[in-house]
C-alpha cells in the first residue's frame, strides 16, 4: 500500500509568514494525526481527526496554528503567523479506525521540515 | 512535563552486541507502550509493542521487557547490526475517549560499529 504523502518536505520562511502543509495518509485509514517533532526531542501530538472531525487538540496553538480535514481525507495544517520556536519536522501520520485492528498502528509520513528565520 | 523519560540519549554497540535503551512514566493510567524506530529523513515505523498486562514481548531480534510496578519498560536489540543505526523512540498512550495521544520519549540515537 501506499505510504502517508507529506509535502512539502522542506520550507524556509521569515518569522511572521505563513505556511500550509498537506497530507494524504493511507487509504483507507480513518484518523489522521499531526505531530511536531523539534531537534532532539520526540513527536508530540498537535491534532488528532477521525474522520473529519478532532479528536483532539488540546495541544494545539490555537492562535496561530489550525488545521483542517474537510472531507475526511487529505489534510492541511497551517500556521500564522510564524514563530522562530515554530521550526521542526510536522509529520503526518495516520491509522484504522477505533477498535479495529491496526488502530494502534501509526503510519508516519516522512515529514515536513520547517526553518523559521 | 514529560511524560515519558528516555536513557540514554547516545549509544554506541558493536556488531553483534546487546543495546539496552530504557523508559520511565508516572502515569498509570497509560495502556499501550510502542517503540518506535526513525532513520534520517523518515518518518518513524512501529517497531514493536507492549501491553501492561504482559511482562516481555519478542519479535526477533527485539524484545520489550516491561515493569509494572516500576513502570519502567526497555528495549532489547540482540546481535545489533549496522542497519539497527538509528533514533529509537518509546512512547505510552493516554487514556482519552477516541483519542489514540502518544507521548514520546525524547528518543535514543544508536549507532552500531561494524
Known amino acids: 500500500e501506499a505510504g502517508v504523502a507529506q509535502s512539502p518536505r522542506y520550507k524556509i520562511i521569515e518569522k511572521r509568514q505563513s505556511v500550509a502543509f498537506w497530507c494524504n495518509p493511507i487509504s483507507g485509514h480513518a484518523t489522521l494525526y499531526w505531530y511536531q517533532q523539534i531537534l532532539g526531542q520526540g513527536p508530540k501530538l498537535l491534532i488528532q481527526f477521525q474522520n473529519n472531525g478532532v479528536v483532539d487538540d488540546s495541544q494545539l496553538p490555537k492562535d496561530r496554528f489550525s488545521a483542517e480535514r474537510l472531507k475526511g481525507v487529505d489534510s492541511t495544517l497551517k500556521i500564522q503567523p510564524a514563530k522562530l520556536e515554530d521550526s521542526a519536522v510536522y509529520l503526518c501520520?495516520?491509522?484504522?479506525?477505533?477498535?479495529?485492528?491496526?488502530?494502534?498502528?501509526?503510519?508516519f509520513g516522512a515529514g515536513s521540515r520547517l526553518t523559521v528565520l | 512535563q514529560q511524560q515519558v523519560k528516555q536513557s540514554p540519549q547516545s549509544l554506541i554497540v558493536q556488531k553483534g552486541g546487546i543495546s539496552i535503551i530504557n523508559c520511565a512514566y508516572e502515569?498509570?493510567?497509560?495502556?499501550?507502550f510502542p517503540w518506535y524506530q526513525q532513520f534520517p529523513g523518515k518518518g518513524p515505523a512501529l517497531l514493536i509493542a507492549i501491553r501492561p498486562d504482559v511482562s516481555e514481548k519478542k519479535e526477533g531480534r527485539f524484545t520489550i521487557s516491561f515493569n509494572k510496578s516500576a513502570k519502567q519498560f526497555s528495549l532489547h536489540i540482540m546481535d545489533s547490526q549496522p542497519g539497527d543505526s538509528a533514533t529509537y523512540f518509546c512512547?505510552?498512550?493516554?487514556?482519552?475517549?477516541?483519542?489514540?495521544?502518544?507521548?514520546f520519549g525524547t528518543g535514543t540515537r544508536l549507532t552500531v560499529i561494524p
Open positions: 512512547a505510552a498512550r493516554g487514556l482519552k475517549t477516541g483519542a489514540n495521544n502518544l507521548f
Open positions: 502515569n498509570t493510567a497509560f495502556d499501550y
Open positions: 501520520a495516520s491509522s484504522r479506525q477505533g477498535s479495529s485492528a491496526g488502530a494502534n498502528v501509526l503510519t
